[in-house]
Antibody, heavy 122, light 110 residues
Framework: QVQLVESGGGVVQPGRSLRLSCAASGFSFRIYAMHWVRQAPGKGLEWVAV????????NYADFVKGRFTISRDNSKNTLLLQMNSLRVEDTAVYYCARDSTSLIVVGELDYWGQGTLVTVSS | QSVLTQPPSASGTPGQRVTISCSGS????????VNWYQQLPGTAPKLLIYSNNQRPSGVPDRFSGSKSGTSASLAISGLQSEDEADYYC???????????FGGGTKLTVL
């Protein structure tokens, strides 16, 4: 069955960096676009970034552009999110999610991981 | 402030029918399909409705979706206690070039 398992969250000071990972299994990872979505404590869902199935196309929400980088290693079935210059307002649970249709991006997220908590605090 | 607008809360008694609205604009709901996600307390979101009105395998037919113009709605009939959750609408936005979400509606079963 499809499984997405995030890791790498933790407590970090403002201005520092953190790298999140999402290990995928149970499907052909290399043919699906993947997303990161976050949820601040007690708040709603907020899309962060997307990468195409082969990593050739990426897009970001305005509030992370220039600070976060999404990437993937299809040989290791792993999605990554490099987060630099972290701010207090980046505190959230970060979910990785699969785009439902192979080879294209449609923005329909059919499988989600359990999330990893990132806390930015001094 | 979320791009899509939902009521923050909704409620109903067991067996009732409730609807949750979602309002957007021409760049998102007006041009693309709407998806709905259910988030049970303490868990990750789950795709509930896709392509405006389609249910993934395993989702009861008590859940239905519709879309008209720049608005959409989720209906839950025969309300059950296990339906108590947060519900989010979402749609691709052609300007932001990514999916946008509503602020979420907390459904309480009285």
């Amino acid at each position: 069955q499809v499984q997405l398992v995030e890791s790498g969250g933790g407590v970090v000071q403002p201005g520092r960096s953190l790298r999140l990972s999402c290990a995928a299994s149970g499907f052909s990872f290399r043919i699906y676009a993947m997303h990161w979505v976050r949820q601040a404590p007690g708040k709603g869902l907020e899309w962060v970034a997307v990468t195409s199935y082969d990593g050739s196309n990426k897009n970001y929400a305005d509030f992370v552009k220039g600070r976060f980088t999404i990437s993937r290693d299809n040989s290791k079935n792993t999605l990554l999110l490099q987060m630099n210059s972290l701010r207090v307002e980046d505190t959230a649970v970060y979910y990785c999610a699969r785009d439902s249709t192979s080879l294209i991006v449609v923005g329909e997220l059919d499988y989600w991981g359990q999330g990893t908590l990132v806390t930015v605090s001094s | 402030q979320s791009v899509l607008t939902q009521p923050p809360s909704a409620s109903g008694t067991p067996g009732q029918r409730v609807t949750i609205s979602c309002s957007g604009s021409t760049s998102n709901i007006g041009s693309n399909v709407v998806n709905w996600y259910q988030q049970l307390p303490g868990t990750a979101p789950k795709l509930l409705i896709y392509s405006n009105n389609q249910r993934p395998s395993g989702v009861p037919d008590r859940f239905s979706g519709s879309k008209s113009g720049t608005s959409a709605s989720l209906a839950i009939s025969g309300l059950q206690s296990e339906d108590e959750a947060d519900y989010y609408c979402a749609a691709w936005d052609d300007i932001l070039n990514g999916p946008v979400f509503g602020g979420g509606t907390k459904l309480t079963v009285l």
